[in-house]
């Protein structure tokens, strides 16, 4: 099916099952332990053996000899790997570093061997006796010392309108401000983790990523294989939040094991390997100048961003939602990217928007305050109802950032607000109000699906689509119900398996919207079929009550489909509607804050936000994903930092108990609306991706909140205790 038009009337508006607050189908599972993640797989590899990675010791250079001899004649030790003995490998195109080092080693406990045992435990005990001489490089760890010799990245061109250098020097309100981010962590609960066997020169992989079809491709890109001969599952995932968009070093070991013992072998990264072995979001610089009138409107906005990555990487593009947010006929947007020989870089939580906004937000704060106008007011001011860069012949598909910032501000009593720092007061703790804009692209991909009706009237969907913990699950199950008239109980959905038609996968915030309209067509095929089995014309015929009904006659579906039953399958692709409308959701988050004025400890009160998404397919879970993201957001904010040794070119505080993130009881009381919207233009669903945009802005808003509480404006994230007890201290004097 091509999308290449408005979507018009169709069942989905019927809303009968889509657009309700839905339990997790897949929740039952889940909380009784049957649901079968990567690493649990005894049931169909049975007798595995257990790998456990040998990192370097290095961040950059090579080895210079490697003994395995003491780890293989360990207790329990099957096979020891290394790039010596593991035959010749390729690299995926999605890729920075190589998976398995050696002799080259491109950063800090990149895979240089895995040891295969018996037990766990003696994989383990083993790995620490594979001796690696090495000879050490002088690496680049610091971005702030190679800034200046950042250069543009192919990826991402400079954009602008207008002439920036110009106006902004005329305005009669300047902003000019840099504001930093530090390296962050993915930090999902279920760590990275493969079970792997061969079947004669055929490789199945159990593992946890949100991309079936990439994975698919990289490994045979690794492997030297054909992409048919490889057999990729996971149906569970326990959260990923990009870290496992990629192919990733537990896969390829667990292959390289399995196919070095003949049995099938587990690997799984312990928490400390994570940071520094797989991904991670990288730091930026941004320097942000906004020229405005003295009431407020934009006349000029720039915003450049500095961060790093391997040789062959890529930025964080931090700038983008500046192109598209605010008003401005003169702007500019300008990306630097410099080669660091830290681990790779990559998507993260949001990548782009998520750390923007953090700059961005602020700097909109402070000129509101060098205007004399409410925060709110400033951002309703600066709306712009088409793509400010191309002008209003691209205009918005739908744009409710207006009602997102009323209706938000009425809900959270932002009008009890004080405009000027530190009036508001609770015992000992400074309280104070602040907010921000949630913006988030809206992307899509081409998704697949394939839905059949048995003879019972079951439905069954396949897809690799993948549940990252965002509730796929069942907004799949509810676009099926909901065309094909069946209740909810009626239908089974199987995700995470190759073998089925490829979908748009778990990322970007496309997902849920992209593979819901992928089922959405394969649901249109089978109505086709199901109608003409019945005598009906398939325009006419109507779905619901388990049954087709037509011209006055009515068919149970479970006759239309017959004994053998009837399946379709079919994508959703999309034409150019992306380009000739721009596309985004929006939002305005509000939190409120105490600031303990003798320590500078902060706590998080309360927060809400408002977001228009388009189509909500399940407020339950839509909501669940905004407040998580919303909390992702506060640790941004207050404490997420990897910590670098710049050194030896490596992430310090790389476990749970050193790289903070927060948990419940550290926001009491979070609120979420979501706003009315449908948006034809953007699929079928007329929905749109949401659990990322409530990353958006959040942290922003906590940081606009501290300054209201206490006066202090910090501009380096995160917001620590130290920073806020030293500018409190700083403004006594």
């Known amino acids: 099916m091509k999308f290449d038009r408005p ?18 189908i897949d929740g039952p599972a889940k909380v009784t332990g049957s649901a079968p993640y990567a690493y649990e797989r005894h049931d169909v590899a049975p007798n595995a053996a257990y790998g456990w990675m040998v990192g370097s010791a290095i961040a950059k250079g090579s080895i210079r000899s490697i003994d ?119 930090a999902m609960m279920e760590p990275h983790a493969t079970t792997a066997a061969w079947t004669g020169g055929k490789l199945t992989v159990w593992t946890a990523n949100q ?47 399995a196919h070095a013992v003949g049995r099938p ?95 961005l937000e602020v700097a909109m704060d402070e000129l509101a305050e060098a205007c004399g106008v409410d925060p709110v007011e400033l951002r309703i001011r600066n709306d712009v109802q088409y793509d400010p860069e191309k002008g209003p012949e691209r205009p918005f598909s739908s744009r409710k950032f207006v009602e997102c910032l009323r209706q938000g501000a009425d809900r959270f009593g932002w009008s009890r607000r004080k405009a000027v720092p530190g009036q508001v007061r609770d015992g000992r703790w400074l309280v104070g109000m602040g907010m921000a804009s949630a913006f988030r692209n809206n992307l ?39 065309m094909l008239g069946v209740p909810l109980s009626d239908v089974t959905v199987r995700l995470g398996d190759s073998h089925y038609p490829e979908s748009a996968g778990s990322g970007g915030q496309w997902g849920a919207n992209s593979a819901t309209a992928g089922v959405y067509a394969a649901c249109a095929a089978l109505r086709g079929k199901l109608a003409q089995q019945a005598g009906f014309n398939a325009e006419d015929a109507v779905f619901e009550g388990r049954a087709i009904r037509s011209a006055g006659r009515t068919i149970p579906l479970k006759d239309a489909a017959g004994r053998r039953g009837t399946s379709a399958e079919d994508k959703i692709e999309f034409g150019d509607l992306t380009e000739r409308y ?33 189509r909500i397919l399940n407020p339950k ?35 749970m108990a050193e790289y903070h993130v927060p948990v419940h009881a550290d926001i009491p009381e979070q609120d979420v ?41 910090i501009r380096d994230y995160p917001l620590t205790l130290d920073k806020i007890i030293g500018g409190m201290a700083e403004k006594r004097a």
């Open 211 to 257: 991309m079936i079809a990439w994975a698919v491709r990289e490994l045979a890109l690794t492997f030297r294989m054909k992409a048919e001969d490889i057999h990729v599952m996971s149906p569970y995932i326990g959260g990923g939040f990009g870290a496992k968009l990629f192919l990733r070093a537990d896969a390829v070991l667990a292959a390289l094991g």
């Open 621 to 655: 879970s839509a909501r669940n994903q905004v407040i998580g993201a919303m909390a992702m957001g506060v640790g941004a904010a207050l404490m997420e930092e990897l910590t670098v040794d710049t050194r030896f070119g490596y992430f310090v505080n790389h476990d």
């Open 265 to 359: 072998v587990k690997v799984a990264l312990a928490r400390p390997q994570i940071p520094n072995n797989t991904t991670h979001r990288p730091a930026t610089i941004q320097r942000i100048r906004i020229g405005a009138s003295k009431d407020g409107v934009i006349d000029a906005i720039g915003h450049e961003v500095w961060s790093g990555d391997l040789p062959g990487g890529g930025p964080e593009v931090a700038a983008q939602q500046t192109r598209l947010l605010y008003r401005g006929v003169n702007r500019m947007t300008a990306h630097r990217l410099a080669t660091l020989d830290l681990p790779e870089g990559n998507a993260m939580r949001a990548p782009g928007e998520a750390v923007g906004l953090l700059a």
């Open 68 to 186: 395995t001899r003491d780890a293989e004649a360990a207790a329990g030790v099957l096979a020891v790997i290394t790039h010596k003995n593991a035959g010749p490998l390729g690299k995926g195109r999605m890729n920075t570093a190589h998976l398995l080092g050696g002799p080259r080693i491109e950063h800090y406990d990149q895979a240089l061997a895995v040891v295969v045992a018996e037990t766990l435990e003696q994989a383990r005990d083993a790995a620490r006796l594979v001796r690696i001489d090495y000879a050490r490089e002088d690496g680049r760890f610091d971005l702030k010392a190679e800034k200046n010799k950042a250069v543009p990245p192919k990826s991402d061109p400079d954009t602008g309108a207008g002439d920036f250098a110009t106006a902004f020097p005329k305005a009669a309100v300047r902003i000019d401000q840099t504001y930093t981010t530090p390296d962050h962590s993915h």
């Open 7 to 24: 979507a018009t009337a169709n069942p989905i508006d019927r809303g009968r099952v889509v657009g309700i607050p839905h339990d997790r």
């Open 444 to 482: 899509v991909q081409t998704s697949g699906a394939r839905v059949s009706v048995d003879g019972q009237g079951r439905v069954v969907v396949e897809t690799d689509m993948t549940d990252i913990g965002t509730g796929s699950y069942t907004v799949i199950a509810q676009t099926a119900a909901e």
């Open 582 to 614: 721009a596309q985004g959701t929006f939002g305005a988050h509000f939190c409120e804050v105490g600031v303990d004025m003798f320590t500078g400890e902060t706590r998080v009160r309360r927060m809400g936000g408002a977001f228009a998404a388009g």
């Open 673 to 713: 609306l979501f706003i009315e919207e449908l948006d034809d233009k953007s699929s079928p669903m007329k929905a749109k991706g949401v659990g990322e945009l409530g990353i958006c802005g959040a942290g922003a808003a906590v940081a606009n909140a501290i300054y209201n509480a206490c006066g202090v404006r």
